[in-house]
């Protein structure tokens, strides 16, 4: 993978991408697919961003197979909505790239559901997604499943007696955990792919420090790390450089399952895509399984039973189909 760069890669025509997030890393993640031929749903929580994205996509790449899914990761209603749209327009799903993500909102919030906002939203909605998507990645020959982490999971530890952060929430530890759930969650995705014969590669990626929205959407323009992200913007590397290692996880070769990608250089936070650091904690197999349970019980899915379910069934409609389905 020395020096990999989107030049490299292969033809995405005839493949189909979900990708969550409409901005930033989920947008340039987007087009790099649109542009390698690639049928690409952009799936986010505003439906102006998502039209916004769709059209800058099919300016930049003129036929362009892209269209905007409805979806909120903070509500597990909507999460089983989107799944319902996508398997009722796809035959398949190719890749999916569960991206989308909330980064230390100064005071702690909840989902719809209940769940502290980073952990509800970048992992408890992407388990969910990606559970209800698992019959039609299986009917993919390559299906992939990219799921982004982060440098700050390194700081993550998990408190299984305080998951939402109830008795002490503090945004960054919350963030952290929220990003080694991620981590942990792809790393068994990958162990129970091959246990179950999902005939899946689950791999995870992270950006490095990207100039994306994230910070300022999250913690805000007047917190330390807005200041920070506003006025230090040379340490940030663009955010387009920062999908680099997403787009190798989802379509290079030599890309393996259970394996966990991200920039070479300056402690992983710019360059090429490398083999990342793996936090020990991330290693740990009891605490993999005792997530996995928690993550089933929380959104009420048995990923197996939703592996099966309709793994052999034909799809209903072709993919330009979907913004009739998502519109009506």
């Not at 049928?39 to 505003?46: E, K, L, S």
């Not at 399952?257 to 991330?282: C, H, K, L, N």
Request: charged content about 20%.
């Amino acid at each position: 993978m020395d020096r990999w760069t989107p030049h490299d890669i292969p033809s995405q025509r005839g493949r189909t991408a979900v990708v969550t997030g409409t901005g930033g890393l989920g947008f340039e993640t987007a087009l790099a697919l649109a542009q390698a031929g690639a049928t690409v749903a952009v799936a986010g929580r505003d439906a102006g961003k998502g039209a916004d994205a769709t059209r800058r996509i099919r300016d930049a790449v003129p036929g362009a197979d892209v269209d905007y899914v409805p979806l909120d990761l903070a509500r597990l209603d909507s999460v089983a909505a989107c799944a319902a749209r996508l398997r009722a327009s796809l035959d398949s799903v190719d890749l999916l790239v569960n991206n989308a993500g909330v980064m230390t909102p100064p005071e702690r919030r909840t989902t719809a559901d209940g769940f502290e906002l980073q952990f509800g939203t970048n992992h408890i909605g992407h388990f969910a997604l990606t559970a209800q998507l698992l019959p039609l990645l299986r009917r993919s020959t390559d299906a992939r499943v990219v799921t982004l982490s982060s440098v700050a999971a390194r700081q993550g530890r998990f408190d299984f007696d305080d998951l939402q952060s109830e008795r002490d929430y503090q945004p960054m530890a919350a963030y952290a955990q929220s990003k080694l759930a991620c981590l942990v969650f792809a790393m068994e995705l990958q162990r129970r792919s091959e246990a179950f014969g999902w005939n899946l590669r689950s791999i995870a990626a992270h950006p490095g420090i990207s100039r994306t929205d994230l910070l300022l959407n999250g913690a805000g323009p007047d917190s330390a790390a807005g200041r920070a992200r506003r006025w230090l913007w040379f340490l940030f590397q663009p955010a387009a450089n920062g999908a680099w290692p997403t787009l190798f996880a989802a379509t290079a070769p030599q890309a393996e399952g259970g394996a966990y990608y991200g920039p070479a250089y300056f402690g992983e936070t710019r360059g090429a895509p490398s083999m990342a650091r793996v936090p020990d904690r991330a290693l740990d197999l009891g605490h993999a399984l005792r997530l996995w349970v928690v993550s089933e019980r929380l959104t009420g899915l048995r990923v197996a039973d939703e592996a099966r379910e309709g793994a052999d069934a034909r799809g209903v409609a072709p993919f330009a189909r979907l913004r009739h389905v998502t519109h009506a």
